[in-house]
């Protein structure tokens, strides 16, 4: 699926919907980001950022949910976000991704209010740097690494196990009564700056 073209979104998700004779659980984990400080950054990377990581969830879920409604049965979107939807990065060029991380929060709260008469639950999971891909060029040099590890009181970075587990909760019965929130996967920094 291409995230930057909203009918590619749209068919894949007819594609998967079809394939498994319906929808009930969307994750929502497409995103990016371009660093580049304020006075850097060029209106191409800007859209690009909103464009994957704000205007992608919005047509994901909306598909999704012309899925899940028709199915008539209780569903659940889960939309990865960061701890950058709530805090700032001091030094480096984050304006763009935090941006569209905290309007994504209020997407998911949008969601959850018009799909709450559906059944259908609406969350977030915001972690701090997990260890996947995004992340290497971050682990892989010892000073980004020991800075990381300098903001997080647990004093690790996250595992896609961390991330993964908070989305099983969300899509379980367990959280059925959990509807446009946000689960901060952080090691404790947001409880801590």
């Known amino acids: 699926m291409d995230a930057h073209a909203v009918e590619d979104i749209r068919r894949s998700v007819d ?19 371009r660093e580049q400080a304020l006075l850097e ?64 929060t209020m997407l998911i709260r949008q969601h959850a209010s018009e799909l709450a008469p559906h059944g259908i639950t609406v969350n977030g999971i915001a972690p701090t740097v997990v260890r ?20 997080i009181p647990l004093a690790r970075v996250a595992e896609p196990r961390d991330v993964a587990g908070a989305a099983v909760f969300f899509t379980s019965p367990a959280a059925s009564f959990i509807t446009g929130q946000v689960l901060y996967i952080d090691g404790g920094i947001t409880g801590s700056q």
């Open 15 to 33: 594609v998967v919907a079809g394939h498994w004779g319906g929808l009930k659980i969307l994750v929502n984990c497409v995103g990016m980001q």
């Open 41 to 104: 950054v060029t209106e191409k990377a800007f859209d690009e950022v909103i464009e994957v990581n704000l205007k992608s969830a919005m047509f994901l879920a909306q598909a999704a949910a012309r899925h899940q409604i028709a199915g008539d049965q209780d569903g659940a979107q889960v939309h990865l976000l960061s701890v950058r939807a709530q805090l700032g990065l001091h030094g480096r060029g984050y304006s763009t991704y935090c941006a569209s991380k905290g309007a994504l």
């Open 132 to 151: 996947t891909e995004m992340a290497r060029h971050w682990l892989e040099n010892p000073e980004t690494h020991a800075q990381v590890l300098a903001r």
